[in-house]
């Protein structure tokens, strides 16, 4: 991380310098390693400058509150973060000082990770180990610190502690921090309850078919390849904000694929065997139960990577099944993924070769799905794992029920040949966008001969698939595209039905400029949810009203089981 070039920072430079950093335990020791890394000596001595007089000016103010001749102290300002927002932490002179304190460390801690010199990936990684650090050493998190939980203690006259005990304990023994209120939900009692059935399923997925709510059909089905990474059922949670029933009510005839949950009887699946015996397999069964030639197709996240790699490899063999392709915040050009980059190089991907991959010396393994869990997990670590810290362990209070938190939780292992393959070859060396570049079940691959014309998505404040890199999709496929952004987060703003009335979504012109800011530059914002302009588009591409079918299946493909089917409940 050195430049040989620079030369170090001399001594009157360092930020760690001053006592006040030791406010809280460690924060003085981080500041130190860091100032160990090269920066600039301009940019050290200026972060020293305003970190002494922001310190100052923090002291001064606590010391004059406390003072007033025997009048009461005054209570600090409110803090706009929302940890210690709290009137608690403002009433007491000591937590608001340490509250305060802390928010300036974190600052200068941020500013010179922000600073340090070294190649871009390398700053991102030190930027992304230090921010962990910050969010993890917030006095909010630690009950001696906190004065909510504190008071919450005396209030219940220890019952809190007690109980936060217990939780804590109960967590230890699932694997994983508990977000919400696990016992109040059940897959095919109260998510996961759009009536339909299993008509087929191997070693790797069931199809589920749903019953019509509609007296006529579309002639064309619809398939859903929800991601492998999570269950299907985040496309149908409950009723009033179910994607799958929202389609179903719109007279489309809809088909979902259930992956199962690979266990260690799975461990030899590779990339090729999702493909050819997953996605295009369900494409092949669809098409035989509808008798529609073609049929209209969905990719969920790593979902609509599988169905573009599926649809390319069925281009080289000649084959056009879809009469159209929608993409929900899907990743195609793999050449800038946001955070998710900074876990990818050459070295983390040859150890997962080594220990899970298909030529791992104690053989194949399983990517477990709590360790997914975790990573996405702390990519948002003060809303997705402090946060419940606190309120499970330290105040005892129980997460209260919310029904996307439940399938958050409610994780997937990968198989390791198949996981190691989609890293190094999407993630990694981003060849998927290179036309002859993979060999995929035998065909090469190239995404420009797939036809049908696609319909993108990408939400504007995803951390897993940035917007700008699912608008880069744009630019891979040549048939006729549109490309929408709606509001929020990579599953909230999917999850966006039109009675709720929530957010907005951006559409712009039918051209599509390489930059994505150029194209937003250019779009409209509307009020509501995109799935209503989605709905519009597929019904253009779905043909003609048929009868809807009386029975699911088909002569060959009969009902197995009612949905959700056994592979959803699998737990891994």
């Known amino acids: 991380m050195k430049r040989k070039s620079a030369p170090s920072a001399p001594e009157t430079a360092n930020p ?7 406010a809280l335990p460690g924060m003085g020791e981080m500041l130190k390693s860091l100032s160990s890394l090269q920066l600039p000596m301009d940019a050290l001595a200026q972060l020293q400058s305003d970190y002494l007089k922001q310190a100052t000016e923090l002291w001064n103010g606590s010391v004059q509150r406390l003072s007033g001749e025997g009048k009461e ?6 803090l706009p973060d929302r940890r210690f927002a709290n009137q608690a932490w403002a009433e007491n002179p000591a937590t608001a000082y340490m509250a305060q304190m802390y928010l300036l460390n974190a600052r200068t801690l941020m500013e010179m990770a922000d600073r340090m010199e070294g190649d871009e990936k390398t700053r991102a990684r030190v930027r992304f180990a230090v921010q962990q650090w910050v969010d993890a050493a917030s006095p909010s998190n630690y009950l001696a610190f906190n004065p909510e939980a504190l008071a919450k203690a005396l209030e219940t006259k220890g019952e809190s502690i007690a109980k936060g005990a217990k939780q804590l304990w109960e967590d230890v023994r699932k694997g994983h921090v508990s977000q919400t209120d696990e ?10 309850t759009t009536e339909g059935d299993v008509v087929f399923e191997n070693g790797l997925f069931q199809l589920l078919e749903y019953k019509p709510l509609t007296a006529q059909v579309f002639e064309r089905p619809l398939l859903m390849v929800p991601p492998c990474i999570n269950k299907y059922y985040i496309l149908d949670l409950q009723p009033e904000n179910s994607l799958i029933r929202y389609a179903v009510s719109q007279g489309h005839r809809v088909f979902v694929v259930s992956w199962r949950n690979p266990d260690t009887s799975c461990v030899q699946l590779t990339w090729d065997d999702y493909i050819e015996d997953a996605a295009i ?6 098409q035989e139960i509808s008798g529609a030639k073609t049929i209209d197709t969905l990719g969920f996240c790593v979902g609509g990577t ?10 080289a063999r000649g084959e056009q099944p879809a009469a159209s392709v929608t993409l929900l915040t899907t990743l195609i050009d793999f050449s800038s993924n946001g955070v998710l980059d900074i876990f990818v190089d050459e070295a983390s991907v040859k150890l997962r070769d080594m220990t899970i991959g298909p030529d791992a010396p104690t053989g194949p393994g399983l990517l477990m799905g709590k360790d997914l869990a975790a ?9 997705l794992v402090w946060n419940y810290v606190v309120g499970n362990y330290l105040k005892g209070e129980a997460p209260p029920p919310f029904d996307l938190l439940y399938w958050n939780g409610d994780s997937t292992n990968l198989p390791g040949p198949m996981y190691c393959w989609y890293l190094r070859h999407t993630y990694l060396q981003n060849e998927l966008i290179e036309p002859g570049k993979l060999t ?3 065909e090469p691959v190239d995404l420009t001969r797939i036809e049908a014309p696609v319909y993108i998505y990408g939400s504007r404040e995803d951390h897993i698939v940035p917007w700008d890199s699912a608008y880069r999709s744009t630019q891979v496929f040549s048939g006729k595209k549109r490309f929408v952004l709606g509001a929020s987060g990579h599953i909230a703003g999917v999850i966006n039905p039109p009675a709720k009335g929530k957010r907005s979504h951006w559409i712009g012109k039918s051209t599509f400029p390489e930059n994505a800011q150029d194209w937003f530059k250019g779009a409209t914002e509307y009020p509501g949810s995109w799935w209503t302009d989605w709905a519009e588009w597929l019904g253009e591409h779905a043909g003609k009203k048929i009868a809807a079918p009386k029975t699911p299946g088909g002569r060959k493909y009969k009902a197995i089981e009612p949905a959700p089917g056994r592979y959803v409940k699998e737990k891994a």
């Open 440 to 442: 995929v079940c035998g």
């Open 281 to 286: 397999k369900a494409i092949e069964v669809v």
């Open 73 to 78: 102290a005054k209570p600090a300002p409110a």
């Open 375 to 383: 990573t996405f997990s702390f990519l948002r670590p003060n809303d």
């Open 16 to 22: 760690a310098a001053n006592p006040a950093l030791d």
């Open 183 to 192: 016992s109040a939900f059940e897959v095919g009692r109260n998510v996961a």
């Open 306 to 315: 599988i169905l573009s790699t599926a649809l390319a490899v069925l281009a």
